[in-house]
């Protein structure tokens, strides 16, 4: 059974940093494209980042570009996302998403199992 439990959510104020964790089980890890996905209330599951199953690309909504690093460490089955300078539009739930269709991390449909979010908020 696959299974993918985000960790590290919380509470922080705007221009603060955290980092979210997705730990992996069930699949083989490594062959698997990652993906950071978020929804915040009454809107639409956006995409946020991505992680090809090597690590050798990663991909990001231009919302997120240049403060969010995504990451993965294959031997712990656990892939990273790493925010900093966080804003008040930054909250929402997190999720993480596992997928090997390829080439198309933006889409939701590119990802077979998703975790069930952990909830980051940022205050101003």
């Known amino acids: 059974q696959v299974q993918l439990v985000e960790t590290g959510g919380g509470l922080v104020q705007a221009g603060g940093s955290l980092s979210v964790s997705c730990a992996a089980s069930?699949?083989?890890?490594?062959?698997?494209?990652m993906g950071w996905f978020r929804q915040a209330p009454g809107k639409e599951r956006e995409f946020v980042a991505a992680?090809?199953?090597?690590?050798?690309?990663?991909y990001y909504a231009d919302s997120v570009k240049g403060r969010f690093t995504i990451s993965r460490d294959n031997a712990k089955n656990t892939v990273y996302l790493q925010m900093n300078s966080l804003k008040p539009d930054d909250t929402a739930a997190y999720y993480c998403a596992a997928g090997r269709a390829r080439g198309t991390y933006y889409s939701k449909n590119a990802y077979d199992y998703w975790g069930q979010g952990t909830q980051v908020t940022v205050s101003s």
């Open positions: 992680i090809i199953y090597s690590g050798g690309s990663t």
């Open positions: 069930g699949l083989t890890f490594s062959y698997y494209d």
